[in-house]
């Protein structure tokens, strides 16, 4: 069954500290996500991707970093992370225009 | 640049009831409007999907589009305690199909 998997579920890091959140997607889809989720925010648009090697700056890039390694497969960056980076993050998957999205089951980014 | 808002901000109905939720957007030009449902801050499973003005029906799930008035709701016949969750609508970004999402409905069905 087509799928985004997303990697790890819980992290939590220090301020300052290095974390790399994964995404793999297998639906073959051109388009991939990063998400973070807020109270009162709804769902805010970090990076995206067309492809391998491609990145598009999304809604509220300052602080990520994202690389598309492969078709498949998408990191969300925080090289210098801090407590307002504590979120729920997403990552998506879709084929461009119309099409759905697929969501991952998220990672949950604790930073003290 | 396309801005939404989604109400009530939470909603308790009792089982069998019907659930309206509401989301007004800024930029009624793109045609690519989807509800999402999210229990417990887990994924996001799409219920309805529609790509122009009238009604779009997905098995209990039914979507009302009017981009004249800015305007597209979901209403839930018969819900049930299992549909307890966040609902968020998203919209289509001003000129583009990417989609801008509101900050949810947490709907609570009453057994």
Redo the contacts between chains.
């Keep these: 069954e087509a799928a ?1 998997t997303q990697s790890p579920r819980n992290k939590v890091t220090v301020t300052g500290g290095n974390v790399t959140l994964s995404c793999r997607q297998t639906n073959s889809h051109n388009y991939m996500y990063w ?1 973070r989720q807020d109270t ?6 970090i990076h ?1 991707s067309y492809g391998a090697g491609n990145l598009q700056i999304g809604d509220v890039p300052d602080g990520y970093k994202a690389t598309r390694t492969t078709q498949e497969d998408f990191f969300l960056l925080l090289e210098l992370a801090s407590p307002s980076q504590t979120s ?1 993050y ?1 990552c ?1 998957s879709s084929d ?3 099409s ?2 697929t ?4 990672t ?1 980014l604790l930073v003290i | 640049q396309q801005k ?1 808002q ?1 109400s009530p901000e939470s909603l308790t109905v009792s089982e069998g009831a019907m659930a309206s939720l509401n989301c007004t957007f800024s930029d009624g030009t793109s ?2 409007f ?1 509800w999402y449902r999210q229990h417990s ?6 219920l309805v ?1 529609i ?1 122009s003005d009238g009604e779009k029906e997905e098995g209990r799930f039914t979507a009302h589009l009017n981009r004249a008035n800015l305007h597209v709701s979901l209403h839930i016949r018969e819900p049930q305690p299992s549909d307890s969750a966040v609902y ?1 609508c ?1 919209v289509p970004s001003s000129g583009s ?8 409905t947490q709907l609570t069905v009453m057994p």
């Design positions: 985004v998400y009162g925010h709804g769902l805010r648009l995206y729920l997403f998506a461009g225009g119309n759905d999205y969501f991952g089951s998220g949950r | 939404v989604q045609n690519n989807r801050a887990k994924g996001l499973e799409v999907s790509f968020l998203a199909w990417q989609l801008i999402f509101g900050s949810g």
